[in-house]
């Protein structure tokens, strides 16, 4: 009997610790796989995205500003009354910088080919001048406008993002050219601002290859073609719109890449992302995995049937509720709506559902941090609940999206719950630092007979999406027979 309990105790030791082991290690190889997947195919886009997103928002508003000079008929009016008063223009550039907040505004007329500036008039421009083509380019060109990177007349220095815009008379006939000029150091603190967030390396280069633009972070070569094992690609990216893809560095380690073409600038955007740091935190929670899964088989063989039980509880709990706010979690909210929908064609009752969105998380998350946010997203949770029957379920389905199933409830009984915990939420939530009343928008759609809970869900969330469109802090119902 002995034997048979030491040979139990034995062999029950061993698959515990390799099946442990053995979770722990492949669990360290699935999420390095994923975490690779991440970092190419969503962390990275998304970096190039938001700051593409934010340079065309510089450039479209420059754009916009440029448009309103290129049509003020103070301007037509003033080259077609023979450019007398030059402080009137020079003023009229003046208060475009100034309230636009622009580095620079010019005017060059055809007529005198004088460039006008806040500063005066600057220069006369010539063809003979290499500094002056861009002019007598825009004189020539169709389109009414061009985006290209300049030298600043006013600052040679200065090197500017200039919106150069063609200005005709009631005829349509040239008569001289308007606009306004960004300075390059905008897009660099935007990459400054995006490398210490994300803890990325961010640069530009040319259609050659040439390091245009860079963040304080980036150390390499000014060509692309003298990095090495970024070297390989260099055609790859130089003749391709946007792309993606890794390489080794000669020291060791992967590096993650992503490109994209701004053709406004004609000037590719490049952003960087090693894997090491990450891929040394999966390393350390690999072996604290390992070691607390030896100690695991080290308590399970001390305690026994009753700590396994205890365990099995735990599990449980944690398989059917949200960590963060105490509601159930998605896996509670399939099992009890397939109880839920068996009971009401049992009893003949309807089945409802709410889909339930805290207004603006992301603005809360941003302004006051993630810990606001969370005990924000707690507070809700509370609130909520309160207003819900005990047999109803309270699920979190997503970040700021809650699911509410309720038992023996039509759309109208749904839309009236909806409204009272909307009304309890804007009664009773605050913000903790400004006391700014919070809001919630919420979908309410009836279960159609044998419908599934993805296609309930779908209607509530199309439900949702209407009561953003209205305005928010709103219900919104959808349709409770099917079409």
Not at 88 to 102: F, G, M, N, S, V
Not at 127 to 147: H, L, S
Not at 339 to 366: E, F, M
Not at 389 to 395: G, H, S
Request: hydrophobic share 40%.
């Amino acid at each position: 009997m002995q034997r048979n309990k030491l040979l139990f105790a034995t062999a029950l030791t061993l698959l515990l610790t390799l099946g442990f082991v053995a979770t722990s290690v492949i669990g360290y190889f699935v999420a390095e796989d994923s975490l690779e997947k991440q970092i190419a195919e969503e962390t990275l886009p998304l970096t190039s995205d938001n700051i593409f997103s934010e340079i065309e928002r510089d450039l479209l508003r420059s754009i916009l500003i440029s448009s309103l000079m290129a049509h003020d008929t103070f301007v037509r009016d003033w080259v077609v009354e023979g450019e007398e008063d030059q402080e009137a223009i020079i003023r009229y550039l003046t208060e475009i910088q100034q309230k636009y907040d622009t580095t620079t505004a010019f005017f060059v007329s055809e007529a005198s080919r004088r460039y006008y500036h806040p500063d005066g008039v600057l220069k006369t421009v010539s063809r003979a001048d290499k500094a002056d083509i861009w002019y007598f380019r825009v004189r020539q060109m169709n389109e009414p406008f061009e985006i290209n990177i300049d030298h600043d007349t006013a600052k040679p220095t200065r090197l500017s993002i200039f919106v150069n815009y063609r200005v005709e008379d009631e005829s349509g006939d040239y008569i001289g050219a308007t606009g306004i000029g960004l300075a390059v150091e905008t897009v660099a603190g935007l990459i400054e601002s995006y490398q210490r967030r994300y803890g990325r390396s961010i640069y530009f280069m040319d259609r050659e290859g040439e390091i245009t633009l860079r963040g304080s972070g980036y150390h390499g070569p000014l060509r692309i073609q003298a990095q090495p094992g970024l070297a390989r690609h260099a055609t790859r990216i130089l003749t391709s719109p946007s792309t993606e893809f890794a390489y080794e560095r000669p020291e060791g380690g992967t590096v993650y890449v992503n490109t994209r073409l701004i053709p406004e600038l004609d000037w590719f955007l490049v952003v960087e992302q090693r894997e090491s740091a990450a891929n040394a935190r999966l390393l350390n929670t690999l072996i604290a995995n390992v070691l607390l899964a030896l100690g695991v088989t080290v308590l399970v063989l001390l305690t026994g049937g009753w700590t396994l039980r205890n365990y099995q509880r735990r599990l449980e709990t944690m398989a059917t509720t949200d960590r963060l706010t105490g509601a159930g979690n998605r896996e509670a909210m399939e099992v009890l709506f397939e109880h839920a929908q068996r009971l009401g064609r049992r009893l003949d009752q309807p089945v409802s559902i709410i889909n339930l969105d805290l207004d603006h998380l992301k603005t809360i998350n941003d302004r006051h941090g993630h810990q606001t946010g969370d005990r924000v997203l707690r507070e809700l949770v509370d609130t909520v609940s309160s207003q819900i029957r005990e047999v109803d379920t309270l699920c979190r389905w997503g970040g700021d999206e809650f699911l509410i199933l309720l038992q023996d409830t039509d759309a109208e009984a749904a839309r009236l719950t909806a409204e009272r915990i909307r009304e309890a939420v804007a009664r009773r939530n605050r913000l903790p630092e400004s006391e700014e009343a919070l809001t919630v928008s919420q979908g309410v759609a009836q279960c159609r007979a044998g419908e599934s809970l993805d296609s309930l869900i779908n209607r509530a969330d199309q439900a949702l999406y209407q009561a953003k469109r209205d305005g928010r802090n709103r219900v919104a119902v959808a349709e409770s027979t099917a079409p």
